[in-house]
């Protein structure tokens, strides 16, 4: 494979780069009908990857850096768009294509992330299909956390969410790390892990 061509820097790769800083400032559509304490986008993108690399990991796929693209690309339309929820797809029509090419538009990145975002549109190849599983398994830790806080407002969720568990994932793994997460504690990170009462000054001699 013959070495990238090295390319200027120009205005427009740091305007992409402060665009991408906004995605921290863009809620996710669960805010609209449960709290305004949900996460956001960017928050969303980083644990997307994180999933994502586990379920490639599982499923044996060994090209992780696509994975890692596609995770990082797969909502950034939305800096655009914004997240319509599931009611207000019912009234407005999201143009993403259009919100990707302009986000990219004459960036260094624009050719390489324009394919992606082709390859994650069609859901054909096994690292745009692990990347949409992640995508929908957020969702569920994201009800998991709240639950734990004590807001019980994602149990309405709890039969459309295993709907698109039959549905909609692609994966084996997926499929399992569904069940699991709903067998789970958000906690057992450090309930579980080394802390002062297992393995610190309160461990008992």
């Known amino acids: 494979m013959a070495p990238m061509q090295k390319q200027k820097l ?23 009908f449960l709290n305004p304490d949900y996460q956001n986008l960017a928050e969303h993108h980083f644990r997307v990857v994180w999933i994502a690399l586990i379920i490639a990991a599982r499923e044996g796929v060994e090209n992780t ?11 950034v339309a939305e800096s655009r768009t914004g997240d319509a929820d599931y009611l207000s797809r019912q ?7 259009l919100g990707m090419k302009d986000i990219f538009k004459d960036t260094a990145l624009e ?23 992640a995508d929908n398994l957020d969702v569920d830790f994201e009800i998991k956390e709240q639950e734990a806080k004590g807001d019980k407002s994602g149990v309405g969720w709890k039969k459309q969410r295993n709907e698109v568990m039959k549905k909609r994932f692609f994966t084996p793994t997926a499929k399992e790390m569904w069940y699991a997460i709903q067998k789970s504690d958000p906690h057992d990170w450090h309930y579980k892990g080394r802390n002062r009462f297992n393995g610190g000054d309160w461990k008992q001699k």
């Open 65 to 75: 850096e696509k994975i890692v693209k596609l995770a990082l690309m797969h909502d």
């Open 111 to 133: 050719q390489e992330f324009l394919e992606l975002w082709k390859e994650y549109s069609a859901k054909k190849s096994l690292e745009a299909k692990i990347v949409k599983d």
């Open 10 to 32: 120009t205005g427009r790769d740091l305007e992409f780069l402060y665009e991408i800083g906004t995605l921290r400032f863009i809620p996710r559509s669960w805010s609209r």
């Open 91 to 97: 009234y407005v029509e999201r143009n993403e294509d």
